[in-house]
């Protein structure tokens, strides 16, 4: 009979997870996910990341929308459907490691925790970015190897738990520190208890998987280099050129205050009254997880998916120690701090259009602008016509179906002072008089390089305007 109940309550926590990700079905892309959805739409014309578009993400990611796409078809809404599905199975992950940590009742919390929080506007749950996906093998990999501590034949859980945290890291790189809490702990089991080291290697095995793959597809394509320079060069220069960020990091904060409060209380317990192991693993993974947020210096909103699973568990944790075996008590509570504090916001966006969900949680209407743009521009041109942007909304590219005239598919990595950014002006500026596009969309008028203006204004006649938004065409030749 408690099995029944605990599928019934999970199933529950699943419906209202899907009902309140409803009114993002529909939003619109934002940055990030359309330079994803652009190089993903690029792979089925033979194109790679990195060599033909310029991104420094992880490349799982872009195979992720492919795969997507080329199953559920080339749109928005597989993709958003497709990132609901992937948070679900994320509380259902949540889950299995709470049990594991906490028990039945704590891992119903935990769950319930994780799946309002994980879908909060402000931290950007319900968008398809790097750290929504990277989330759902990286809580898997834990709970793989708390697993493998539980069972006298160990090497394939531990097998397991590389296996998804390889997927994590090629997924988003800062995945690695919590592999290495995992791999860490597991070295000091060993030199303690002077066990083999198999279990070692099936770890290291089992992350090398994914990345070797990887790799290897990318050496088959002629790409390798491409790959090892936009995974790994070019992140260690973004990181190096990064200065600290804080975009709405007051509401990010805010919107996970129940969590924050909770967890700090669940530190003190852990720290001063669990002896057990899977207490002091789980203080050092969100710990990592924490730190993977500030290593990026820039405080956007969707880095912090990463601790909401941790938070979750250690806000779980709390409550159980708060109630007691009154477990009814800590269900009310939970309940009434949650239609208190957060439902009311939630409810709140839930009831806006797309376009204002959008408008509202970035704070510019960018996103909203660009598929107006992109119908306006897919109008005009043909297929085989190329586009290109000044400025950083790829998901133009995506929506009109038309191609980039530059690899530069954002304007980013073109305005630094440093050496490296005066080569790639030089380089665009090469690609654009080598094959000129139809059109030139200057996405940000304020943001100016002058021999760019200057080939624009000389080949260039404007043509319209969707707010600061400046569309020019190529100039025919009589």
Aim: net charge positive; proline share 4%.
């Amino acid at each position: 009979m408690q099995i029944y109940r605990t599928v019934l309550t999970l199933a529950l926590i699943l419906v209202v997870q899907a009902v309140l990700f409803q009114p993002y079905l529909s939003e619109p892309f934002e940055r990030d996910e359309g330079a994803y959805a652009y190089i993903a739409q690029r792979l089925s014309s033979g194109e790679l990341p990195y060599r033909d578009s310029y991104d420094h993400k992880p490349p799982m990611i872009y195979f992720i929308y492919a795969s997507v796409f080329k199953f559920f078809g080339t749109s928005m809404a597989a993709i958003r459907s497709f990132t609901l599905l992937v948070s679900l199975l994320t509380t259902l992950a949540v889950f299995f490691l709470a049990w594991l940590i906490l028990g039945r009742f704590g891992a119903i919390v935990s769950a319930l925790l994780y799946a309002f929080y994980a879908g909060n506007p402000y931290i950007q749950g319900t968008s398809a970015n790097t750290e929504t996906f990277m989330v759902l093998p990286m809580v898997l990999s834990l709970a793989f190897f708390l697993l493998a501590l539980r069972r006298e034949q160990k090497l394939g859980w531990l097998f397991l738990a590389g296996l998804c945290s390889g997927l994590a890291v090629m997924i988003k790189q800062v995945a690695l520190l919590n592999f290495l809490v995992i791999l860490g702990y597991y070295v000091f089991i060993c030199l303690r208890q002077r066990k083999d080291w198999s279990g070692v290697a099936a770890l290291l095995i089992g992350l090398a998987v994914v990345p070797m793959l990887t790799v290897g597809y990318f050496f088959l394509k002629d790409a390798w280099s491409a790959l090892l320079h936009g995974y790994l060069l070019e992140n260690l220069l973004y990181v190096s050129r990064k200065v600290w960020v804080w975009p709405r990091l007051w509401l990010v904060l805010q919107e996970l205050g129940l969590l924050w409060g909770l967890s700090a209380l669940a530190i003190m317990l852990i720290w001063f009254n669990e002896k057990e192991d899977k207490f002091k693993i789980i203080l050092a993974w969100a710990l990592a997880s924490g730190l993977g947020v500030f290593m990026g210096r820039a405080f956007y909103g969707h880095y912090f998916i990463q601790v909401v699973p941790a938070l979750a568990i250690l806000a779980g944790y709390s409550l159980l120690k708060i109630a007691g075996s009154n477990w009814r008590l800590v269900l009310l509570a939970f309940l009434a701090l949650i239609f208190s504090m957060d439902l009311f916001s939630r409810i709140s966006f839930g009831l806006l259009s797309p376009e204002l969900i959008s408008q509202k949680k970035y704070g510019i209407n960018n996103f909203v602008v660009a598929g107006q743009v992109a119908e306006f521009i897919k109008q005009k041109t043909l297929p085989k016509d190329r586009l290109f942007i000044w400025g950083a909304e790829p998901e133009v590219y995506f929506y009109s179906q038309r191609a980039a005239a530059s690899h530069y598919i954002y304007y980013y990595p073109l305005l630094y002072k440093d050496k490296k950014s005066q080569q790639a002006r030089l380089a665009l500026l090469t690609e654009l008089k080598e094959a000129p596009p139809e059109y030139i969309i200057w996405v940000e008028p304020r943001v100016v390089y002058g021999p760019l203006l200057n080939y624009v204004k000389a080949g260039y006649n404007y043509l319209a305007s969707f707010g600061r938004w400046q569309i020019w065409r190529r100039k025919r030749i009589k």
